[in-house]
């Protein structure tokens, strides 16, 4: 893809939907997507006991596979595994906590509840890294300089695999900025 000759269009909320169910992509689609969410937050400081009544907001630049199955990409992973020879368990499909209702077109933008959904793989490849700011407050932080009152992060027990495969969920109300087919959007 050539930067130079890319342009950002500025869309809203709908627009962006629109367009997103819109795109056809023939197998999986690489994209790169920015999006600010608030992580839920404990109402106590685990280290301090203090209350935590500030805001956290997490913004995320995420290289991205849009247009992938979670159940076939287990599938493929366990086949990979075991040919490598690692031992495997069995794959329990879980309860799915956020069910989309996906378009016609594709299998990467939905609706939970009436609000649009972005379904992403986080791109594999060790080369291509997210990049993370947090803020408290409104300010940039580090965050080891963050109250301890962020929840506590699992990997999925139930895919019975060595490398677990990671799929991730993002009302579109929280992308700022999506790079999609040479495509730039920018949500105003």
């Known amino acids: 893809m050539n930067k130079s000759a890319t342009t950002t269009t500025k869309v809203s909320l709908s627009e962006l939907a629109t367009i997103l169910l819109d795109i056809k992509p023939n197998g999986a689609a690489l994209a790169t997507v920015t999006h600010k969410t608030k992580p839920k937050t404990l109402k106590k400081c685990r280290v301090t006991k203090e209350p935590f009544n500030g805001l956290i907001e997490k913004e995320s630049i995420v290289h991205i596979v849009l247009n992938t ?14 040919k490598m020879g690692l031992e495997t368990s069995e794959y329990q499909k879980g309860t799915n906590t956020m069910p989309i209702e996906f378009g016609q077109e594709n299998i990467f933008m939905g609706y939970h509840k009436g609000a649009p959904v972005l379904v992403y793989k986080p791109n594999p490849n060790p080369r291509l890294k997210t990049k993370t700011t947090w803020f408290l407050d409104g300010l940039e932080v580090d965050k080891a300089d963050l109250p301890d009152v962020l929840p506590k992060t699992y990997k999925p027990q139930n895919q019975g695999l060595n490398q677990t495969q990671d799929w991730r969920k993002v009302y579109l109300r929280n992308v700022k900025k999506l790079s999609i087919n040479g495509m730039v959007f920018e949500l105003i």
């Open 69 to 82: 199955d979670y159940e076939r990409g287990i599938e493929l992973r366990k086949f990979k595994e075991i």
